[in-house]
Protein backbone atom coordinates (compact mmCIF):
# COMPACT_ATOMS: atom_id res chain seq x y z
CA UNK A 1 0.00 0.00 0.00
CA UNK A 2 1.56 3.68 -1.10
CA UNK A 3 -0.12 6.27 1.06
CA UNK A 4 1.79 9.31 -0.88
CA UNK A 5 0.05 11.44 -2.45
CA UNK A 6 0.12 11.31 -6.12
CA UNK A 7 1.17 14.53 -8.20
CA UNK A 8 -2.21 15.33 -9.19
CA UNK A 9 -3.62 14.69 -5.55
CA UNK A 10 -0.83 16.99 -3.94
CA UNK A 11 -1.98 19.64 -6.76
CA UNK A 12 -5.96 19.25 -5.87
CA UNK A 13 -5.30 19.33 -2.27
CA UNK A 14 -2.94 22.95 -2.72
CA UNK A 15 -5.88 24.45 -4.83
CA UNK A 16 -8.48 23.44 -2.09
CA UNK A 17 -6.62 24.95 0.67
CA UNK A 18 -5.75 28.24 -1.03
CA UNK A 19 -9.16 28.51 -2.44
CA UNK A 20 -10.67 27.82 1.20
CA UNK A 21 -7.74 30.45 2.57
CA UNK A 22 -8.25 33.24 0.23
CA UNK A 23 -12.26 32.69 -0.79
CA UNK A 24 -13.45 30.95 2.75
CA UNK A 25 -11.57 31.85 5.91
CA UNK A 26 -11.66 35.40 5.66
CA UNK A 27 -15.46 35.68 6.75
CA UNK A 28 -15.95 32.39 9.15
CA UNK A 29 -16.21 34.92 12.38
CA UNK A 30 -18.79 36.95 10.69
CA UNK A 31 -20.55 34.36 9.90
CA UNK A 32 -20.67 32.28 12.97
CA UNK A 33 -21.19 35.55 14.77
CA UNK A 34 -23.53 37.95 12.73
CA UNK A 35 -24.86 36.81 9.22
CA UNK A 36 -25.35 32.88 9.93
CA UNK A 37 -25.14 30.20 6.87
CA UNK A 38 -24.18 32.59 3.78
CA UNK A 39 -25.41 31.53 0.59
CA UNK A 40 -22.62 33.81 -1.33
CA UNK A 41 -20.07 31.57 0.72
CA UNK A 42 -22.07 28.26 -0.40
CA UNK A 43 -22.10 29.28 -4.35
CA UNK A 44 -18.38 30.37 -4.07
CA UNK A 45 -17.78 26.80 -3.58
CA UNK A 46 -20.39 25.14 -5.90
CA UNK A 47 -18.60 27.32 -8.11
CA UNK A 48 -15.34 25.63 -7.28
CA UNK A 49 -16.78 22.43 -7.64
CA UNK A 50 -16.53 21.39 -4.12
CA UNK A 51 -20.35 20.70 -3.29
CA UNK A 52 -20.66 17.80 -6.03
CA UNK A 53 -17.25 16.66 -5.96
CA UNK A 54 -17.55 12.79 -5.67
CA UNK A 55 -20.95 13.20 -7.35
CA UNK A 56 -20.05 11.17 -10.75
CA UNK A 57 -19.16 12.90 -13.60
CA UNK A 58 -22.43 12.33 -16.09
CA UNK A 59 -24.60 13.84 -13.08
CA UNK A 60 -22.56 16.85 -13.21
CA UNK A 61 -20.17 16.12 -10.21
CA UNK A 62 -16.38 16.16 -10.06
CA UNK A 63 -16.31 11.69 -10.04
CA UNK A 64 -13.58 12.13 -7.07
CA UNK A 65 -12.45 8.97 -5.61
CA UNK A 66 -12.92 8.08 -1.67
CA UNK A 67 -9.51 9.16 -1.40
CA UNK A 68 -9.54 12.09 -3.29
CA UNK A 69 -12.55 13.21 -1.74
CA UNK A 70 -10.55 12.87 1.56
CA UNK A 71 -7.63 15.21 0.54
CA UNK A 72 -10.15 17.72 -0.59
CA UNK A 73 -12.19 17.41 2.48
CA UNK A 74 -9.06 17.85 4.74
CA UNK A 75 -7.26 20.52 2.76
CA UNK A 76 -11.13 22.81 2.88
CA UNK A 77 -11.12 22.20 6.44
CA UNK A 78 -6.96 22.86 7.14
CA UNK A 79 -7.50 26.30 4.71
CA UNK A 80 -10.64 27.73 5.44
CA UNK A 81 -11.36 27.09 9.27
CA UNK A 82 -14.39 27.33 8.96
CA UNK A 83 -15.71 24.04 10.85
CA UNK A 84 -19.43 24.99 10.39
CA UNK A 85 -19.34 25.21 6.51
CA UNK A 86 -17.54 21.62 6.58
CA UNK A 87 -20.92 20.43 8.37
CA UNK A 88 -23.47 21.76 5.61
CA UNK A 89 -20.90 20.81 2.98
CA UNK A 90 -20.38 17.05 4.23
CA UNK A 91 -23.56 16.78 5.35
CA UNK A 92 -25.26 17.90 1.65
CA UNK A 93 -22.46 15.95 -0.10
CA UNK A 94 -22.12 12.85 1.51
CA UNK A 95 -24.76 12.14 3.95
CA UNK A 96 -27.81 13.29 1.12
CA UNK A 97 -26.45 13.15 -2.60
CA UNK A 98 -24.30 10.13 -2.34
CA UNK A 99 -26.97 7.93 -1.08
CA UNK A 100 -28.94 9.18 -4.48
CA UNK A 101 -25.67 7.71 -6.25
CA UNK A 102 -25.64 4.75 -4.53
CA UNK A 103 -29.28 3.41 -4.87
CA UNK A 104 -31.10 6.02 -6.40
CA UNK A 105 -33.28 5.38 -9.62
CA UNK A 106 -31.31 6.59 -13.19
CA UNK A 107 -34.70 9.04 -12.96
CA UNK A 108 -34.09 10.08 -8.88
CA UNK A 109 -30.29 10.56 -10.23
CA UNK A 110 -31.28 12.68 -13.31
CA UNK A 111 -33.40 14.75 -11.20
CA UNK A 112 -31.86 15.31 -8.23
CA UNK A 113 -27.87 14.98 -8.45
CA UNK A 114 -27.10 17.70 -10.84
CA UNK A 115 -28.60 20.34 -9.21
CA UNK A 116 -27.41 19.21 -5.83
CA UNK A 117 -23.93 18.95 -7.97
CA UNK A 118 -23.76 22.18 -8.95
CA UNK A 119 -25.05 23.40 -5.20
CA UNK A 120 -28.80 24.71 -6.85
CA UNK A 121 -30.19 22.47 -4.37
CA UNK A 122 -29.06 21.37 -0.83
CA UNK A 123 -29.70 18.31 1.37
CA UNK A 124 -29.99 17.01 4.55
CA UNK A 125 -30.06 13.43 5.48
CA UNK A 126 -33.13 12.70 8.24
CA UNK A 127 -32.63 9.86 10.51
CA UNK A 128 -32.44 11.05 14.50
CA UNK A 129 -35.53 11.46 16.26
CA UNK A 130 -36.25 12.92 19.53
CA UNK A 131 -36.67 9.06 20.89
CA UNK A 132 -34.35 7.34 18.65
CA UNK A 133 -31.00 8.51 18.65
CA UNK A 134 -28.47 6.29 18.93
CA UNK A 135 -31.15 3.41 18.86
CA UNK A 136 -31.74 4.54 15.10
CA UNK A 137 -33.97 1.03 14.80
CA UNK A 138 -36.63 2.53 17.12
CA UNK A 139 -37.22 5.81 15.03
CA UNK A 140 -41.42 6.05 15.00
CA UNK A 141 -42.08 8.00 11.71
CA UNK A 142 -44.14 6.02 9.56
CA UNK A 143 -44.57 5.95 5.88
CA UNK A 144 -47.93 4.69 4.73
CA UNK A 145 -48.51 3.41 0.89
CA UNK A 146 -51.87 5.23 -0.44
CA UNK A 147 -51.92 4.51 -3.59
CA UNK A 148 -49.25 6.07 -5.82
CA UNK A 149 -48.04 7.97 -2.75
CA UNK A 150 -46.28 7.32 0.51
CA UNK A 151 -48.05 9.28 3.74
CA UNK A 152 -45.28 10.02 5.70
CA UNK A 153 -46.32 11.28 9.59
CA UNK A 154 -43.75 11.74 12.65
CA UNK A 155 -40.80 14.14 13.09
CA UNK A 156 -36.57 14.45 13.04
CA UNK A 157 -34.67 15.88 15.16
CA UNK A 158 -30.47 17.16 15.59
CA UNK A 159 -30.98 17.26 11.45
CA UNK A 160 -28.00 19.15 9.92
CA UNK A 161 -29.03 21.58 7.03
CA UNK A 162 -32.65 20.97 7.90
CA UNK A 163 -33.48 24.91 8.17
CA UNK A 164 -31.78 25.76 4.93
CA UNK A 165 -31.92 22.05 2.52
CA UNK A 166 -34.07 21.51 -0.37
CA UNK A 167 -33.97 17.90 -0.48
CA UNK A 168 -34.38 15.16 2.39
CA UNK A 169 -33.09 12.02 2.29
CA UNK A 170 -35.64 10.85 5.06
CA UNK A 171 -35.65 7.66 7.03
CA UNK A 172 -39.38 6.36 8.06
CA UNK A 173 -41.04 2.85 8.71
CA UNK A 174 -43.29 0.93 6.58
CA UNK A 175 -44.15 -1.17 9.42
CA UNK A 176 -43.14 0.02 12.87
CA UNK A 177 -43.39 -3.98 14.56
CA UNK A 178 -40.53 -4.65 12.22
CA UNK A 179 -37.89 -2.88 13.85
CA UNK A 180 -34.90 -2.18 11.49
CA UNK A 181 -36.83 -4.46 8.75
CA UNK A 182 -39.27 -1.79 8.32
CA UNK A 183 -37.09 0.93 7.52
CA UNK A 184 -36.83 2.43 4.52
CA UNK A 185 -35.80 5.52 2.93
CA UNK A 186 -37.47 8.71 0.72
CA UNK A 187 -36.15 11.54 -0.97
CA UNK A 188 -38.68 14.56 0.12
CA UNK A 189 -38.56 17.55 -1.81
CA UNK A 190 -39.04 20.79 0.52
CA UNK A 191 -42.26 22.07 -0.73
CA UNK A 192 -43.75 18.80 -0.40
CA UNK A 193 -47.21 19.33 1.08
CA UNK A 194 -47.29 18.10 4.75
CA UNK A 195 -43.63 18.64 5.29
CA UNK A 196 -42.35 21.93 7.62
CA UNK A 197 -39.25 22.47 9.22
CA UNK A 198 -38.57 24.33 12.94
CA UNK A 199 -36.45 27.24 13.70
CA UNK A 200 -32.54 27.24 13.72
CA UNK A 201 -31.58 25.06 16.95
CA UNK A 202 -29.83 27.07 19.22
CA UNK A 203 -25.84 25.41 19.85
CA UNK A 204 -23.18 26.11 21.78
CA UNK A 205 -21.22 27.00 18.39
CA UNK A 206 -20.95 25.94 14.61
CA UNK A 207 -23.47 28.53 14.49
CA UNK A 208 -23.27 29.11 10.87
CA UNK A 209 -24.14 25.36 10.34
CA UNK A 210 -28.20 25.71 11.07
CA UNK A 211 -29.64 22.11 12.91
CA UNK A 212 -33.08 21.68 13.00
CA UNK A 213 -36.26 19.71 13.65
CA UNK A 214 -38.49 18.37 10.58
CA UNK A 215 -41.83 17.52 11.17
CA UNK A 216 -44.12 15.19 8.83
CA UNK A 217 -48.00 15.27 9.03
CA UNK A 218 -49.80 13.61 6.48
CA UNK A 219 -46.73 13.98 4.21
CA UNK A 220 -47.62 12.88 0.43
CA UNK A 221 -44.70 11.75 -0.85
CA UNK A 222 -44.77 10.32 -4.64
CA UNK A 223 -44.02 6.29 -4.57
CA UNK A 224 -41.25 7.10 -7.21
CA UNK A 225 -39.50 9.36 -4.86
CA UNK A 226 -38.49 5.81 -2.65
CA UNK A 227 -35.38 5.37 -2.13
CA UNK A 228 -33.73 1.47 -2.80
CA UNK A 229 -35.97 -1.10 -1.45
CA UNK A 230 -39.13 -1.05 0.68
CA UNK A 231 -37.63 -2.18 4.18
CA UNK A 232 -33.74 -2.25 3.25
CA UNK A 233 -33.41 1.62 4.54
CA UNK A 234 -31.16 0.51 7.83
CA UNK A 235 -28.62 -2.13 5.34
CA UNK A 236 -29.06 0.98 3.19
CA UNK A 237 -28.03 3.26 6.33
CA UNK A 238 -25.00 1.24 7.18
CA UNK A 239 -23.44 1.09 3.63
CA UNK A 240 -24.10 4.74 3.05
CA UNK A 241 -22.14 5.62 6.16
CA UNK A 242 -18.72 4.27 4.07
CA UNK A 243 -19.48 7.57 2.34
CA UNK A 244 -20.30 9.76 5.38
CA UNK A 245 -16.36 8.44 6.97
CA UNK A 246 -15.20 10.17 4.27
CA UNK A 247 -15.77 13.43 6.53
CA UNK A 248 -12.79 12.41 8.66
CA UNK A 249 -10.80 13.76 5.95
CA UNK A 250 -12.32 17.06 7.72
CA UNK A 251 -11.13 16.58 11.23
CA UNK A 252 -7.65 15.93 10.03
CA UNK A 253 -7.50 19.16 8.60
CA UNK A 254 -9.39 20.79 11.79
CA UNK A 255 -5.75 19.48 13.70
CA UNK A 256 -3.76 20.47 11.45
CA UNK A 257 -5.46 24.12 11.09
CA UNK A 258 -5.18 24.32 15.10
CA UNK A 259 -1.77 22.95 14.92
CA UNK A 260 -0.63 25.67 12.12
CA UNK A 261 -2.41 28.22 14.73
CA UNK A 262 -0.91 26.73 17.42
CA UNK A 263 2.70 26.87 16.32
CA UNK A 264 2.05 30.77 14.98
CA UNK A 265 0.86 31.74 18.21
CA UNK A 266 3.93 29.71 20.32
CA UNK A 267 6.47 31.16 18.36
CA UNK A 268 4.61 34.75 19.25
CA UNK A 269 3.42 35.07 22.58
CA UNK A 270 6.21 35.44 25.10
CA UNK A 271 6.50 34.73 28.82
CA UNK A 272 9.14 34.82 31.09
CA UNK A 273 11.21 37.02 28.45
CA UNK A 274 11.10 34.09 25.82
CA UNK A 275 8.31 32.86 23.00
CA UNK A 276 6.49 29.98 24.71
CA UNK A 277 7.30 28.07 22.06
CA UNK A 278 10.33 27.47 23.68
CA UNK A 279 9.42 25.63 26.70
CA UNK A 280 9.36 21.98 26.35
CA UNK A 281 5.96 21.26 27.96
CA UNK A 282 4.32 23.69 25.29
CA UNK A 283 6.53 21.81 22.77
CA UNK A 284 5.03 18.52 24.38
CA UNK A 285 1.78 19.66 23.33
CA UNK A 286 2.52 20.09 20.23
CA UNK A 287 4.30 17.13 19.82
CA UNK A 288 1.02 15.24 21.19
CA UNK A 289 -1.18 17.07 18.64
CA UNK A 290 1.37 16.17 15.50
CA UNK A 291 1.18 12.21 16.80
CA UNK A 292 -2.54 12.58 16.85
CA UNK A 293 -2.93 13.87 13.57
CA UNK A 294 -0.15 11.24 12.06
CA UNK A 295 -1.86 8.23 13.98
CA UNK A 296 -5.17 9.73 12.70
CA UNK A 297 -4.48 10.66 8.89
CA UNK A 298 -3.16 6.87 8.23
CA UNK A 299 -6.31 5.72 10.11
CA UNK A 300 -8.24 7.49 7.33
CA UNK A 301 -6.43 6.81 4.45
CA UNK A 302 -6.62 3.25 5.02
CA UNK A 303 -10.46 3.90 5.32
CA UNK A 304 -10.63 5.15 2.30
CA UNK A 305 -8.79 2.47 0.60
CA UNK A 306 -10.60 -0.01 1.88
CA UNK A 307 -13.81 2.05 0.52
CA UNK A 308 -11.92 2.25 -2.99
CA UNK A 309 -11.02 -1.04 -3.03
CA UNK A 310 -14.92 -2.43 -1.88
CA UNK A 311 -13.37 -4.52 1.45
CA UNK A 312 -15.34 -5.05 4.00
CA UNK A 313 -14.95 -1.98 6.22
CA UNK A 314 -17.31 -2.37 9.30
CA UNK A 315 -14.30 -3.17 11.97
CA UNK A 316 -12.48 0.10 10.16
CA UNK A 317 -14.69 2.42 9.93
CA UNK A 318 -15.85 1.85 13.74
CA UNK A 319 -12.34 1.85 15.00
CA UNK A 320 -11.27 4.92 12.45
CA UNK A 321 -14.60 6.46 13.51
CA UNK A 322 -13.62 6.62 17.43
CA UNK A 323 -9.89 7.13 17.03
CA UNK A 324 -10.20 10.44 15.21
CA UNK A 325 -13.00 11.90 16.65
CA UNK A 326 -11.73 11.79 19.86
CA UNK A 327 -7.98 12.52 18.82
CA UNK A 328 -9.53 15.74 17.15
CA UNK A 329 -10.86 16.10 20.62
CA UNK A 330 -7.37 15.77 22.63
CA UNK A 331 -6.41 18.07 20.08
CA UNK A 332 -8.50 20.69 20.34
CA UNK A 333 -8.27 21.29 24.23
CA UNK A 334 -4.79 21.46 23.98
CA UNK A 335 -5.15 24.14 21.00
CA UNK A 336 -7.18 25.95 24.23
CA UNK A 337 -4.53 25.22 26.62
CA UNK A 338 -1.75 26.84 24.26
CA UNK A 339 -3.71 29.86 23.96
CA UNK A 340 -4.10 30.39 27.60
CA UNK A 341 -6.79 33.12 28.65
CA UNK A 342 -6.93 33.99 25.09
CA UNK A 343 -8.20 31.33 23.57
CA UNK A 344 -11.40 31.41 26.00
CA UNK A 345 -11.57 34.65 24.15
CA UNK A 346 -14.49 34.86 21.02
CA UNK A 347 -11.15 37.00 19.54
CA UNK A 348 -9.96 34.03 18.94
CA UNK A 349 -11.01 31.53 16.96
CA UNK A 350 -9.01 28.62 17.81
CA UNK A 351 -11.53 27.15 20.61
CA UNK A 352 -14.03 26.54 17.65
CA UNK A 353 -12.55 22.55 16.88
CA UNK A 354 -13.70 22.47 20.94
CA UNK A 355 -17.46 21.94 19.92
CA UNK A 356 -16.80 20.74 16.40
CA UNK A 357 -14.62 17.40 17.75
CA UNK A 358 -17.43 17.33 20.37
CA UNK A 359 -20.06 17.24 18.36
CA UNK A 360 -18.40 14.84 15.58
CA UNK A 361 -17.70 12.50 18.82
CA UNK A 362 -21.63 12.16 19.22
CA UNK A 363 -23.03 12.81 15.21
CA UNK A 364 -22.81 9.61 13.18
CA UNK A 365 -22.79 7.26 16.15
CA UNK A 366 -21.41 7.84 19.66
CA UNK A 367 -17.97 6.64 20.69
CA UNK A 368 -19.82 4.77 23.48
CA UNK A 369 -21.82 2.82 20.49
CA UNK A 370 -18.50 2.87 17.90
CA UNK A 371 -16.87 0.40 21.12
CA UNK A 372 -19.86 -1.64 21.10
CA UNK A 373 -19.99 -2.49 17.46
CA UNK A 374 -15.81 -3.18 17.67
CA UNK A 375 -16.64 -5.18 20.97
CA UNK A 376 -19.57 -7.01 18.98
CA UNK A 377 -17.12 -7.93 16.23
CA UNK A 378 -14.20 -8.73 17.94
CA UNK A 379 -16.52 -11.21 20.18
CA UNK A 380 -18.77 -12.31 17.55
CA UNK A 381 -21.84 -11.80 19.61
C1 LIG B 1 -24.65 19.09 15.69
C2 LIG B 1 -25.33 17.80 15.37
C3 LIG B 1 -25.68 17.51 14.06
C4 LIG B 1 -26.37 16.33 13.75
N1 LIG B 1 -26.73 16.09 12.45
C5 LIG B 1 -27.52 15.02 12.17
C6 LIG B 1 -27.99 14.79 10.84
O1 LIG B 1 -27.66 15.54 9.91
N2 LIG B 1 -28.83 13.75 10.62
C7 LIG B 1 -29.20 12.88 11.62
O2 LIG B 1 -29.97 11.98 11.35
N3 LIG B 1 -28.75 13.06 12.90
C8 LIG B 1 -27.93 14.10 13.19
N4 LIG B 1 -27.48 14.29 14.48
C9 LIG B 1 -27.91 13.40 15.52
C10 LIG B 1 -26.84 12.44 16.02
O3 LIG B 1 -26.58 11.45 15.06
C11 LIG B 1 -27.35 11.88 17.37
O4 LIG B 1 -27.29 12.96 18.30
C12 LIG B 1 -26.50 10.72 17.84
O5 LIG B 1 -26.71 9.57 17.05
C13 LIG B 1 -26.78 10.36 19.32
O6 LIG B 1 -28.15 10.23 19.57
P1 LIG B 1 -28.79 11.01 20.81
O7 LIG B 1 -28.40 12.43 20.72
O8 LIG B 1 -30.25 10.70 20.82
O9 LIG B 1 -28.11 10.42 22.08
P2 LIG B 1 -28.56 9.10 22.88
O10 LIG B 1 -28.76 7.98 21.94
O11 LIG B 1 -29.68 9.47 23.78
O12 LIG B 1 -27.25 8.80 23.73
C14 LIG B 1 -27.00 9.45 25.00
C15 LIG B 1 -25.77 8.77 25.60
O13 LIG B 1 -26.04 7.37 25.84
C16 LIG B 1 -25.05 6.58 25.20
N5 LIG B 1 -25.65 5.32 24.73
C17 LIG B 1 -26.82 5.14 24.05
N6 LIG B 1 -27.00 3.85 23.76
C18 LIG B 1 -25.92 3.19 24.23
C19 LIG B 1 -25.51 1.82 24.24
N7 LIG B 1 -26.24 0.84 23.65
N8 LIG B 1 -24.34 1.49 24.83
C20 LIG B 1 -23.57 2.46 25.39
N9 LIG B 1 -23.89 3.77 25.41
C21 LIG B 1 -25.05 4.13 24.85
C22 LIG B 1 -24.55 7.43 24.07
O14 LIG B 1 -23.25 7.03 23.63
C23 LIG B 1 -24.55 8.82 24.70
O15 LIG B 1 -23.39 8.99 25.47
C24 LIG B 1 -26.73 15.44 14.79
C25 LIG B 1 -26.35 15.72 16.11
C26 LIG B 1 -25.66 16.88 16.41
C27 LIG B 1 -25.28 17.16 17.85
Same mark, same amino acid.
Given at each position: MDFNLT???????????????????????????VTGFSIDTWKKMSAFGLNGLCI????????????????????????SGDFSLVVVWLSHLLLAAMPIVDLGTEAQKKKYLPKMASGEWIGAYALTEPEAGTDAT?????????????????????????????????????????????????IVDRNTPGLTTGKPLKKYDGHSAPTGE #????????? =?????? !????? $??AMISSLGWERMAFGSSIGIMEWELNQCIAYA??????????????????????????????RYLVYNLAWKKHTKTDTA???? #????????? =?????? !????? $?????????????HGLWAS??????GGTSQIQRVIIGRLLTGS
Open positions: EEQRMFADSVEKFAQKEIAPGVEEREEPVEYGGGGADPITTIIGTQAFARGGLRTTAKKEGDHYILNGSKTFISNAPIADVFVVFASIDLSLRAGGITIF #IFFEDCRVP =AENLLG !KEGEG $FLKERKQFGKPIAKFQLVQAMLAEMKIDIEAALDAA #ITKTFVTEA =ANRNSQ !KAVQI $FGGNGCMREYPIGKMSMIG
